[in-house]
């Protein structure tokens, strides 16, 4: 199997921080040259002065929301535009929202849809005919642990990661022979912006273990992928993967009620003490 070179463009969404910005770095560190794409253009210049500078790659940001309709056909467009050729495609932009479903305004499920599904598929389906035709390419989907399980107080977002595990395991196995992989990358809990954004306040400190750091996630999924790995489960999502199978699929519905009545009660309380 033919596999991508470095010197080649990777495609990272959601570069401009947390895991996407450190798989940015480890590529381009290995001479990859990176399109970087994300809303915050600023912070995707500051990575591509950083990177460009220091690694002597390439990187080209795109800033675009990618929850508007068409905004991944003009990220693709760009890339063609300018002669790149994308071996490896990383789907990582995502974002979440804990809380019961009834109480959460309509438009954030439809972001978290629009954005941890759709873009995902029209990305991948517009980048991957090149890499079939080239017979090279990698492809690798940020989902989360939360996909395992049907996850009660995260029911959509949860729901989104599921989508996004069904659809890596199903293209990796429809591209076996083609020098084309898709890997799908499932953390638990990273120290990243996402925690907040999704209002999921700091961990207590004996908790803390249980939350992965970002570089060493980021570190195992572009490795991984590289080397065509299917599913990459770091740290405290692996014990969630393995329990996932272990317990009968009913019992999720009242384990994940038990667990989401008690984080939800303690997020409205440390959201009142804050
Ligand atoms: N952190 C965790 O605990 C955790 C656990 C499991 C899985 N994950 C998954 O990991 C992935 C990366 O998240 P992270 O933890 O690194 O969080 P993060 O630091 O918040 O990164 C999210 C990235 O997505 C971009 N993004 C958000 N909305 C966008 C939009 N509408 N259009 C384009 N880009 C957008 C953000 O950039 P802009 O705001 O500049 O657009 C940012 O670069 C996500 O798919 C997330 O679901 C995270």
Same mark, same amino acid.
């Given at each position: 199997?033919?596999g991508?070179? &470095?010197g080649?463009? &990777?495609?990272?969404?959601g570069?401009?921080?947390?895991?996407g910005r450190?798989?940015?770095?480890?590529?381009?560190?290995d001479g990859?040259?990176?399109?970087?794409?994300?809303?915050?253009?600023?912070?995707l210049?500051?990575?591509?002065?950083?990177?460009?500078a220091?690694?002597?790659?390439?990187?080209?940001?795109?800033?675009?929301d990618?929850?508007?309709?068409?905004a991944?056909?003009?990220?693709?467009?760009?890339?063609?535009r300018?002669?790149?050729?994308?071996?490896?495609?990383v789907?990582?932009?995502?974002?979440g929202?804990?809380?019961w479903?009834h109480?959460?305004a309509?438009?954030?499920?439809?972001?978290m849809?629009?954005?941890?599904?759709?873009?995902? @598929?029209?990305?991948?389906?517009?980048?991957?005919?090149?890499?079939?035709?080239?017979?090279?390419?990698?492809?690798?989907?940020v989902?989360?642990?939360?996909?395992? @399980?049907?996850g009660?107080?995260?029911?959509?977002?949860?729901?989104?990661?599921?989508?996004v595990?069904?659809?890596?395991?199903?293209?990796?196995?429809e591209?076996?022979?083609?020098?084309v992989?898709a890997?799908?990358?499932?953390p638990?809990?990273?120290?990243?912006?996402?925690?907040?954004?999704?209002?999921?306040?700091?961990p207590?400190?004996?908790?803390?273990?249980?939350v992965?750091?970002?570089r060493?996630v980021?570190? &195992?999924?572009?490795?991984?992928?590289?080397?065509?790995?299917?599913?990459?489960?770091?740290?405290f999502?692996?014990? @969630?993967?393995l329990?996932?199978?272990?317990?009968?699929?009913?019992?999720?519905r009242?384990?994940?009620?038990?667990?989401?009545r008690r984080?939800?009660?303690?997020?409205?309380?440390?959201?009142?003490?804050?």
């Open positions: 199997m033919n991508p070179r &470095a080649g463009w &990777a495609l990272v969404t570069a401009s921080t947390g895991i450190e798989i940015a770095r480890l590529a381009a560190r990859w040259s990176v399109v970087a794409v994300a809303r915050t253009r600023s912070l210049e500051e990575l591509a002065a950083d990177l460009g220091r690694r002597g790659v390439e990187v080209l940001p795109i800033a675009a990618l929850t508007e309709p068409g991944a056909d003009r990220v693709f467009d760009e890339t063609r300018r002669g790149i050729e994308v071996d490896f495609l789907n990582n932009a995502g974002v929202f804990s809380g479903f109480e959460t309509s438009r954030r499920h439809r972001v849809v629009s954005l941890n599904v759709g873009a995902l @598929v029209e990305l991948t389906s517009l980048v991957i005919p090149g890499m079939v035709e080239r017979g090279r390419g990698r492809i690798l989907n989902g989360s642990a939360a996909g395992f @399980v049907p009660l107080g995260f029911t959509t977002y949860a729901a989104t990661k599921s989508f595990l069904y659809f890596t395991e199903g293209l990796a196995a591209l076996r022979g083609t020098g992989t890997s799908l990358l499932a638990a809990a990273v120290a990243t912006p996402f925690l907040d954004k999704a209002g999921i306040p700091e207590p400190r004996w908790q803390r273990w249980s992965a750091d970002a060493d980021a570190r &195992a999924g572009y490795r991984g992928a590289l080397r065509g790995r299917v599913l990459i489960v770091p740290g999502g692996l014990p @969630v993967a329990l996932s199978r272990l317990f009968p699929r009913r019992s999720w009242w384990i994940g009620r038990l667990v989401a984080f939800l009660r303690n997020l409205t309380a440390r959201k009142e003490e804050s």
